[in-house]
């Protein structure tokens, strides 16, 4: 699913705007007033009303709460953008290295505003504690309409980056972020940027070398487990060490037993 480019306000917001008032209300009152209301106060303590106050308390405390920055779980590289070599017609790649900084197991998913000129492998995953991976976008590359070549600009193209805190064991599936999405975590909503490939610069040489890096990652994935059981020769004969020594040392016993006859 594509995001917006605007985002919308956060509920949180309406939240603040409605605590604004009672905040306003208690610094403008008057002396006599709050006598009054201390009065009072003292008065609904009495009665057993103070278990109301107590709980708007604990409500105010709640949505406070909910309006700090969710703790991030992840650490990207790059960590704002996302940068690919400006070459028109084609597609070309870019990676962003993903490294899980908590403590629990956490699963992560992509999401694009262009999802038919781009693609990621692997779209999402999970990560355990410390692990990282690199991932690698795909995008194509569209002519520009006025033959300009917007080099080391931004494009109008994000990349949105969610987090999701999950059980040791679980398999990833797209579908975790829409059944707990009340815990979605969004992490990074990374921009394009092009850069000139015939312009050496230190964002491109650290382009290169990630996207080697994830090559070389994928390429070990590829190959077959390394087999760590017996040896086998010919047509399923199995070398076993431990019965070659006992074959070695029945025959040596039987040559002493002749020998000794």
């Known amino acids: 699913m594509a995001i917006a480019d605007h985002h919308k306000p956060h509920n949180s917001d309406g939240k603040l705007w409605k605590l604004c008032p009672l905040w306003q209300s208690g610094t403008t009152s008057s002396s006599s007033s709050s006598t009054q209301n201390l009065h009072s106060q003292n008065h609904s303590h009495q009665n057993g009303v103070g278990s109301n106050s107590s709980r708007a308390s604990t409500s105010v405390s709640s949505v406070a709460r909910s309006l700090l920055p969710a703790r991030r779980r992840l650490r990207l590289d790059p960590a704002n953008r996302l940068y690919f070599p400006y070459e028109p017609g084609k597609q070309v790649k870019s990676a962003v290295k993903i490294k899980n900084t908590s403590k629990s197991y956490v699963a992560f998913k992509f999401q694009t505003t262009a999802p038919k000129s781009c693609y990621m492998r692997p779209p999402g995953g999970i990560l355990e504690p410390g692990e ?14 006025n033959n300009e070549k917007p080099v080391d600009q931004k494009s109008k193209v994000k990349f949105k980056i969610m987090s999701l805190k999950v059980k040791e064991g679980v398999d990833y599936v797209p579908e975790l972020f829409e059944e707990q999405k ?7 909503i990374l921009r394009v940027v092009f850069l000139d490939p015939e312009r050496p610069s230190p964002a491109l040489e650290k382009l290169k070398r990630q996207l ?7 390429e070990s994935r590829k190959k077959p487990p390394v087999e760590t059981g017996p040896k086998v020769v010919g047509e399923g ?25």
Do not use: C, G, M, N
């Open 132 to 145: 990282s991976v690199i991932a690698t976008v795909f995008k194509f590359v569209e002519h520009p309409e």
């Open 212 to 218: 080697a890096e994830a090559e070389a990652a994928l």
């Open 182 to 188: 009340d815990k979605v975590t969004i992490e990074r």
């Open 237 to 261: 004969l199995v070398i076993d060490e431990w019965k070659e020594r006992r074959e070695k040392y029945l025959a040596r016993q039987q040559v002493e037993a002749v020998d000794s006859v």
